[in-house]
């Protein structure tokens, strides 16, 4: 996950861009148009699969747009 842009959303990317986030519910659709089964169940803690950057899971902007 990218850090935060001027925007608020932040860019999921697997290799190549997924798609914006604006809050961590929005990750797991964007997964599931990737093709990723069972997204909904993926762990977003910083690890072996997910690398943060700008701030982990819980930095989002405050008002979404």
């Given at each position: ?8 959303g ?8 997924l ?11 964007l ?35």
């Open positions: 996950m990218s850090p935060m842009s001027a925007a608020g932040r860019s999921a990317s697997t290799g190549q861009i798609g914006t986030a604006y809050r961590a519910s929005d990750i797991p659709e997964l599931r148009q990737a093709g990723m089964e069972n997204a909904e169940d993926f762990d977003l803690t910083p690890g072996e699969f997910v690398e943060w950057r700008g701030g982990g899971p819980e930095t989002w902007a405050e008002s979404p747009p």
